[in-house]
T-cell receptor, first 117, second 112 residues
Framework: NAGVTQTPKFRVLKTGQSMTLLCAQDMNHEYMYWYRQDPGMGLRLIHY???????AKGEVPDGYNVSRLKKQNFLLGLESAAPSQTSVYFC????????????????FGPGTRLTVL | AQRVTQPEKLLSVFKGAPVELKCNYS??????LFWYVQYSRQRLQLLLR??SRESIKGFTADLNKGETSFHLKKPFAQEEDSAMYYC??????????????FGTGTLLAVQP
């Protein structure tokens, strides 16, 4: 199993350009998440999904859109990139709702380093 | 409001010294707490969770509800422990999202 993978690993954009970050997981997980990681701010949740075809806003959703057309994929889009979106983006997944400990560990991808000039 | 506070941005210790990474939380229900670790240029990975009461790589963490703390401890630090450590709060009991709230992280630097 590859676990959680992210594409691309690095990207440089100019202000106003658009791009899509792809997250894929092969663990049949129901829930998926997008975070951004910034120095001194930890990880902040952008959007998340609790199943195919569903998405919801997290803590910092402005400027981003997401889609979950297939269970294994969670896409993060930037329609018009801004320098404030320079960050490292992490995707994560977890099996899904449950009462057991085994259901709530989040598995992370390797990250995408995005620079917006 | 749910919040996780890690007061130290950087903790520098010498090899063999004890380590304590502080984490305090605010949550009105029954919390689920985790420690995640990120080694240099690697992805975040779960280190331990309070409900398991386990010891991983010599690290332990005890949930203290009275002090709303979940400090991470290790009696003798090793150089390979150098990493960024994040404390995280989950709200899974009866919930449907398994969302985590992360602290701002503490960078542990173990000097030789």
């Amino acid at each position: 199993n590859a676990g959680v993978t992210q594409t691309p690993k690095f990207r440089v954009l100019k202000t106003g350009q658009s791009m899509t970050l792809l997250c894929a997981q092969d663990m049949n997980h129901e829930y998926m998440y997008w975070y951004r990681q910034d120095p001194g701010m930890g990880l902040r949740l952008i959007h998340y999904s609790v199943g195919e075809g569903t998405t919801a806003k997290g803590e910092v959703p402005d400027g981003y859109n997401v889609s979950r057309l297939k269970k294994q994929n969670f896409l993060l889009g930037l329609e018009s990139a801004a320098p404030s979106q320079t960050s490292v983006y992490f995707c994560a997944s977890t099996p899904g709702q449950g009462w057991g400990v085994e259901n709530n560990e989040q598995f992370f991808g390797p990250g995408t380093r995005l620079t917006v000039l | 409001a749910q919040r996780v506070t890690q007061p130290e941005k950087l903790l520098s210790v010498f090899k063999g010294a004890p380590v304590e990474l502080k984490c305090n939380y605010s949550y009105s229900g029954s919390p689920e707490l985790f420690w995640y670790v990120q080694y240099s240029r690697q992805r975040l990975q779960l280190l331990l969770r309070h409900i398991s009461r386990e010891s991983i790589k010599g690290f332990t963490a005890d949930l203290n509800k009275g002090e709303t703390s979940f400090h991470l401890k290790k009696p003798f630090a090793q150089e390979e422990d150098s990493a960024m450590y994040y404390c995280a709060l989950g709200n899974n009991y009866g919930g449907a999202t398994n969302k985590l709230i992360f602290g701002t992280g503490t960078l542990l630097a173990v000097q030789p």
